[in-house]
């Protein structure tokens, strides 16, 4: 296991890892994104009733993809523009999830963003889940980061730092539901993709535990949406 560092934000739970992924596994880890793009190709996500683009591009892996559109946002089975299930988590990111979730039970969505040098991701709360006693897990491929994590209302203070490439972030626990968000990319940081940008790959568990993901469109339909 790497190097931890935990910051109390929002509460104890949000754990840093610095450098969680050498460049070597890095590059295995982008191998295996790329192969989730050939089956489950980018595409632009929208606000919901505005319609209004993302800035961010992204994609799914897992039972379950989130989508965001017009009709809101959402856990979905399949590829919004494909129509396909889409492809399984790659064995690498279930193995960090081990490693730094201390939950028993494995992700069933993998939200994939992909920022380009002018993208950013306002303040927001993951909670289009069923249940919030599992963590979030990121992690960070690519062009450096500004990230910004705040407490559990939307007007707390903040705080911002740094996530390289390879770096993992854990919301957990307390702060499982702070606001968190990118304010900006800085381009040219990395060279670990070619195209530039950068890759962030989020883990989730989505379901009430005892809720079947092996049936995503059922496990779908049980979600709580406030």
């Not at 209004?52 to 089975?77: I, K």
């Not at 790659?90 to 201390?102: R, S």
């Not at 883990?203 to 406030?226: F, K, Q, Y």
Request: aromatic share 8%.
């Amino acid at each position: 296991m790497a190097a931890q560092t935990s910051l109390e934000i929002g509460g104890a739970g949000l754990r840093l890892y610095p450098g969680y992924l050498a460049r070597e596994r890095q590059a295995a880890m982008l191998a295996a994104v790329r192969a989730v793009f050939a089956a489950a190709p980018l595409f632009t996500p929208r606000m919901p009733k505005s319609g209004r683009p993302f800035t961010v591009r992204m994609s799914n892996c897992g039972p379950l993809g989130w989508l965001s559109d017009e009709s809101g946002y959402r856990y979905a089975p399949t590829h919004p523009e494909t129509g396909k299930p889409w492809p399984p988590v790659p064995d690498a990111l279930i193995a960090m999830w081990n490693d730094v979730a201390q939950y028993p039970r494995p992700p069933e969505a993998c939200l994939i963003n992909f920022y380009g040098p002018a993208a950013k991701m306002g303040l927001h709360q993951d909670r289009d889940e069923a249940d919030f006693a599992a963590p979030v897990v990121s992690l960070s491929l690519g062009d450096s980061c500004l990230f910004r994590v705040g407490g559990l209302k939307r007007g707390d203070a903040t705080r911002s730092f740094r996530l390289n490439s390879g770096d993992v972030v854990v919301l957990g626990g307390g702060a499982r539901l702070a606001f968190h968000g990118v304010d900006r990319i800085y381009p040219g940081t990395s060279t670990l993709l070619a195209e530039g940008g950068r890759i962030n790959l989020t883990l989730r568990r989505v379901t009430r535990p005892g809720v079947e993901t092996s049936s995503p469109r059922r496990a779908a339909a049980e979600i709580i949406h406030d």
